[in-house]
């Protein structure tokens, strides 16, 4: 344990944030001017009450991004609205752990295959986290 | 060093530049709005960033490949999945902010199926939960959350299987 290791870490470390600097800004240009659009459009966005909404709630909180505390608000506007549970809980899931946006960052940098696979499957996992979520609530 | 990989970010950005300049010419209200909220956003994460330095500092100086290949590395089992379910739980900041980490990890020799299971359990925010519970009751939350660890380590089997396959 040396006093110049430690500084190589720490230069190493800048690095490498140096080196994803581009990528960071670009994802976060790329949310704050989604989330400027969200909040124009996002009366538009309605659910009709059919068994396709719970895709629909996915979708959204796959393209959505940005502090998981929005998607609790909005979630509760659409709980307020009438929306079931299992489409809230499968938008919510979505929000955190799709991430369309932050895509091309992924990519770059865990590799596109990773990046496809893992959202992919993520995707199909916020409807079945929704539908065992809501059993449980319902059973217990 | 200057490689093809590090030009691919500066292409990303240079795209992005692209759609800014491309929305400014239809509507400028929209790009104003943008910039600023981009501001917010970037004054929010410097505290995530000097985390997240000291974080790689320390992992740098301390954990050489060899110590994390051990804990999570291909035969890392069940010790690696806690790991990488409490590391997902407590780490802070925007998802993005961990890919540079993530793939620093990456090529260290970390399993794919840990990386897969950190980035599904940063969806649980403990210092949230406040925050849910007043549109959702307790046992949602437990719930909820229980379920998505249990989900997170299933997902990262399906894709480290996944792309096994492929290769």
Known sequence: ?140 | MTTEKSYVGWYFLLTVVLIYLIVLVFNNSIIKLALIGSLNILKSLIFVLVILIIFTTLINYFVNPKTLVKYMGEDSGIKGIIISIVAGIISTGPIYMWYPLLNDLQTKGVKTSLLVIFLYNRAIKIPLIPIILVYFSWKYVLILFFVMIIMSVIQGFIVEKILFIGK
């Open chain 1, 1 to 140: 344990m040396t006093y110049k290791n430690l500084k190589k870490s720490f230069v190493k470390s800048l690095m490498m944030i140096w080196n994803t600097f581009p990528i960071l800004l670009g994802v976060v240009l790329l949310i704050s001017l989604f989330n400027v659009w969200l909040f124009s459009f996002e009366n538009l966005i309605l659910f009709n009450g059919n068994w396709y909404d719970v895709l629909i709630g996915s979708i959204m909180g796959s393209i959505l991004a940005g502090n998981p505390v929005t998607s609790y608000v909005l979630a509760g506007e659409f709980l307020g609205k009438g929306i079931s549970l299992l489409v809230v809980t499968s938008f919510i899931v979505s929000w955190v752990t799709v991430g369309i946006i932050q895509f091309p960052a992924e990519s770059i940098l865990l590799g596109k295959k990773f990046a496809i696979t893992r959202n992919v499957t993520a995707f199909v996992f916020s409807i079945v986290v929704g539908v065992i979520t809501v059993i449980g609530v319902n059973l217990l």
